[in-house]
């Protein structure tokens, strides 16, 4: 069976998935008044079970490699980022949150004792204001005083 590729992907273990897509037909007399349909349908298919077409090129099909895991870093905060300082300093931690299958930001204070998550790097308050007001995901903690500078 010959199919297009689609992408490639490695999973957290470490093996590649090939992404292919397959021309299949269907019946849609109940839906649309015809009686057969043909539409593309992906599949996901390990590797070894894939064989590239002779003289295809597939430089262009995307290959999404699997991140290394990520660990928080023990690093004690220095004395500039304590809280007070944190809310004259202008800087905002961006924290990652995972909320089901979607990924948000929640911004703090450096020190904020209620960052949970893996943090990126900081923003002035002038970037944070424009990421809170134009961005879906991003939001200011209530427990610092991310919120109350922020959102206003």
């Known amino acids: 069976m010959a199919g297009r590729l689609v992408r490639r992907w490695q999973t957290d273990a470490g093996r590649w998935v090939y992404t292919v897509a397959l021309r299949a037909s269907s019946s849609r007399t109940a839906s649309t008044g015809q009686d057969i349909s043909a539409d593309m349908v992906e599949l996901d298919v390990p590797a070894d079970r894939v064989r590239p077409v002779p003289g295809t090129s597939y430089e262009g099909v995307p290959k999404l490699h699997r991140l290394p895991p990520t660990t928080p870093l023990a690093v004690p905060i220095p004395p500039e980022h304590t809280p007070a ?11 990652r949150v995972q909320a089901g299958a979607d990924l948000k930001i929640r911004l703090h204070q450096p020190a904020c004792e209620a960052i949970a998550g893996n943090t990126g790097g900081t923003l002035t308050t002038d970037e944070a204001r424009w990421m809170i007001a134009n961005e879906p995901i991003a939001s200011a903690c209530d427990a610092c005083t991310a919120r109350r500078t922020l959102v206003g």
């Not at 300082?85 to 924290?95: C, F, H, T, Y």
């Open 85 to 95: 300082a944190a809310a004259d300093s202008g800087r905002w931690l961006g924290e």
